[in-house]
């Protein structure tokens, strides 16, 4: 069932006489209670505290994840849940959804402070994307063998932090909330397998093998909290005894059945799934891809317009390395060599990193981090790494995952450090933190913002490597050029219907014709529409603001302080972006 958030009640009217008595004994006039109290701002902020609230309690395990306090905030969340998913209350949502936009149109812009009126943009922008999903939700999965719930719900599990013994019980209870969640995904599935609109036998088969890994080795998870446990000295031995227990029990009875019964479940649902194609094969399917382009990238730029850009810097790319290539031909067997930098730990790299970044980018406080590594059962489904947002309220941990089965050179590490931690994503996510933004922004943020700013910063962090600066370049280079490839066939398959044969003839022009490689990349697109582009076209927006605001600049441009300002703004889709960068 959906559990909302239980807001305190507001003090009686008795009260609030007796705090206005005060102010006035105080010699606050009514000037100074409009000017702030009942501002236009005053207001604007409330509402959106309101959204916060109702956003941030839809189920615990997003509420843990959002605020480590969640009572000083007035929320109380009883039953623990993971929600569930279900199509029943799309109408209800896309209503509430209209409402707030219409809300927010109440506002008085012109009365509302530069900071109020970044986040009204967003918001309005948000809610009447939010609306154009219509009755394409049914094209919507819940599931995939690397980005799905199933396989990343483990991990938010296992890294669920415990600040006191009653977050401990509540953890428990999610993994008693399981079997409930998955048979809403597993009833989700079967509407879409009715409609037509189920995942290809291909796709399923990886999704199964990725619950069988779970299901065959779920130990990982005791490990990490028996570790827990062990740092909480409040508890007695007998205490970790009888918990480690209780959890040995609840994942054999509860979680791993769950798999199993969401395995058995989709396994009887193959068969129905007739595209084994991109989303431009099922009806409504473009229209689905132009939203998640919207949504998820924050571009809302047309699709021919989005591909013009794609190939131009290709051929920008390539032209480049030609031009690197002829001016140094060793350059390519070094591209094809064991050439690398020097290894080093994350941490110390994390921190080479940290003081490398301060001469194009603002200071940071420091801030603390831990670098862990996925565990093996889960290398071959996870992502190369990946960043644990912390809490809004706290900051902290801030953990960085490494999947050393995606790992092959120093070189690629050190980029990825930078990608997930300076100045990536811990940095950005920090730095933001510091601006103290309404709530409201750490939930409703962009996609394309977060994964194009941490690719930008890749670009930088191959100048940052302890290697020849031609080499380096080159690297990038390769890099962008593949990532702009990938990103093409994304449009290509989601948006222009392309086949496997149709990818492949594309990728052999590039000298890509290796079979498995091909099946392999093009079976990750269709299962990850939209995905390539918050990383490439994000990463290409930040790019051309760059040069919109130095062309508007002109001498003045400085590059710290172009970072400074897209920093302070933080997670925004483009056109908020470019119109507060650029005013």
Known sequence: MSVKARIKNAPRPLLITGILFVLLCLGLSGGWLSAHVFSEDAKFEKFADQIFLEEVSSNTLNLHYSLANPEEYGIELSPVTLGYITTEDMPAASRQWAQYEQQLKEFDYDRLSEDNRLTLDMLLLYYNTRQSLGSSFLLEEPLSPSLGIQAQLPVLLAEYTFYDTGDISDYLSLLNCVPDYFQSILEFEQEKSQAGCFMSDATLERILEQCQSFVQDPSYMTEVFAEKLEKFSSLKKKDREELLEKHEEILENRMVPAYQNLMAGLKALEGTGKNPGGLANFPGGTSYYQYLLKSDVGVYASVPVIEKRLYQQLMADYQEMGALLKENPALLKDLHSDKDIPGDSPENTLGALSRLCQEDFPALPAASYEVKYVHEALEDFLSPAFYLTPPIDTRAPNTIYINNASRSTNLELFTTLAHEGFPGHLYQNQ??????????????????????????????????????????????????????????????????????EQTASFLSAFGITKDSAIEELYLYIVETPANYLKYYLGYLYFQDIKTKAQELQGDSFQLKEFHKKVLEIGPVPFPVLEKYVLE
């Open 431 to 500: 730095y933001f933190s510091l601006q103290k933004p309404e709530n409201i922004r750490y939930l409703i943020t962009s996609g394309g913002y977060i994964e194009g700013w941490a690719t930008y910063i890749e670009s930088y962090a191959y100048g940052y490597a302890e290697i020849d600066s031609d080499y380096s370049r080159a690297v990038w280079l390769n890099r962008s050029i593949n990532l702009c490839l990938y990103s093409i066939l994304d449009v290509g398959i989601h948006y222009r219907g392309w086949t496997r």
